[in-house]
Structures are given as structure tokens and as C-alpha cells.
């Protein structure tokens, strides 16, 4: 039972661009949610967040949207540089369910930039 | 300041075969994690610890799996018998406390193959 989807298993866009990572999820208990970026042969590392109390938060060239609605979040990239290429995991937790919450993650979408 | 380092790298072993993993968290981050992320998919908790003692195991092959934090501050996961689906990378991360607020640093990760 998947609860966060990451229906994309790629995407491809030009250097300068904008990016848009989808990410859906299906546990409306998930109050918290987390965008991971990974380079091959490294570990995930932490990119930008959302509490379900905002709808957008924004850190230079990356914003994430989040539709609790919709139980949709979106992460954009603007201007995309290849140096963005990379794959993407959305993550999404439930906080009130106790300090030791913990994270679940999507398969994660692979972002090419072309120069 | 340093990462979270983990050993070794990669590791090829035989089916019913043992191995062993080791993590060193980022100095004073009481919280630590195994995931575990088979290729194509996200990564999946394993355990966590909250400095010697474990916060959740819930998703460790018990049967199989085993993984202890001596001292509260590095830890070894090991896997006795391997099968062929323990294929994956085994990534280690920390944080300064626990709660999903605080973000995950991760370590390169050891990719397994068990032939």
C-alpha cells in the first residue's frame, strides 16, 4: 500500500526552465511534508519542507505547493540548472501521532536538465 | 563538520551468508535510522534509535535482521541469513533529536548484493 506516489518516474526539461515534481499522497493523517534531493552514489539530503498549515513555502529557486484537498504537493524549480539533475523523493510524516513519527517516503522522481 | 559515515561502501555475498554494516552519526546527533531502499523504490525505516535505545522496530525482519547502538552513539546493522531480496542500499542517517521536524542527514549508504 503505497501512501505517498510519485506517479512520475522522470522528467526532462532545458536548462532555465521551470521544473514541476509531482507527489500525491493518500494518508490524510500526513500533516508534514518533506522534499529530498539525491545525487548517485550519495545519500539523500533534506531540501525543503511543508507543514500542513501553510499552502506554500518558498527557499530561492525552490517552492513547494501543497493542495491538502487534493492531497497533492508540487515541487517547483525555477530557473532549473543541470546541476539540479538528480532524483527526487517526496516524504510525508504524521506528527500527531507522537514524537517518534516517522517518515514515508515515494519511489522518487529522476530530474535531467539539459544544458 | 562531518557527515554520517558509513562502511563499507559495497559488499557482494552469497545467499544464507552474513554481513555487517556500521554507521557513525554526526557528532552529538542522538537520533539515528536505518532505511533500507531497494532500487526503484523510496527509502524504508528499518529502525531508529533514540541514543542506546530503540524507538521503533516495527519494520525490521526480526527473523533476520538485527542492529544495535553500543553506547548511544555508533551503530552496526547485520543481516544473518542474507536472501536475495535484502538487495539494496542500506543507508544510515541522523538527527540532532527526534521528531520529523528535525531534519535527516544521510550518510553515501553500503549497496548490498547477495548472489
Known amino acids: 500500500d503505497q501512501q505517498v506516489k510519485q506517479n512520475s518516474p522522470s522528467l526532462s526539461v532545458q536548462e532555465g526552465r521551470i521544473s514541476i515534481l509531482n507527489c500525491d499522497y493518500t494518508?490524510?493523517?500526513?500533516?508534514?511534508f518533506l522534499w529530498y534531493k539525491k545525487y548517485p552514489a550519495e545519500g539523500p539530503t533534506f531540501l525543503i519542507s511543508i507543514s500542513s498549515i501553510k499552502d506554500k513555502n518558498e527557499d530561492g529557486r525552490f517552492t513547494v505547493f501543497l493542495n491538502k484537498s487534493a492531497k497533492h504537493l508540487s515541487l517547483h524549480i525555477v530557473p532549473s540548472q543541470p546541476g539540479d539533475s538528480a532524483v527526487y523523493f517526496c516524504a510525508a510524516t504524521a506528527t500527531n501521532t507522537g514524537a517518534n513519527s516517522k517518515l514515508t517516503f515515494g519511489k522518487g522522481i529522476t530530474l535531467s536538465v539539459r544544458p | 563538520e562531518a557527515g554520517v559515515a558509513q562502511s563499507p561502501r559495497y559488499k557482494i555475498i552469497e545467499k544464507r551468508q552474513s554481513v555487517a554494516f556500521w554507521c557513525n552519526p554526526i557528532?552529538?546527533?542522538?537520533?539515528l535510522y536505518w532505511y533500507q531502499q531497494i532500487l526503484g523504490q523510496g527509502p524504508k525505516l528499518l529502525i531508529q534509535?533514540?541514543?542506546?535505545?530503540?524507538?521503533?522496530d516495527s519494520q525490521l525482519p526480526k527473523d533476520r535482521f538485527s542492529a544495535e547502538r553500543l553506547k548511544g552513539v555508533d551503530s552496526t546493522l547485520k543481516i544473518q541469513p542474507a536472501k536475495l531480496e535484502d538487495s539494496a542500499v542500506y543507508l544510515c542517517?541522523?538527527?540532532?533529536?527526534?521528531?520529523?521536524?528535525?531534519?535527516?542527514?544521510f550518510g553515501s549508504g553500503t549497496q548490498l548484493s547477495v548472489l
Open positions: 494518508n490524510s493523517m500526513f500533516d508534514y
Open positions: 557528532s552529538g546527533h542522538a537520533t
Open positions: 542517517a541522523s538527527s540532532s533529536k527526534l521528531g520529523v521536524n528535525e531534519k535527516l542527514f
Open positions: 534509535f533514540q541514543n542506546n535505545g530503540v524507538v521503533d
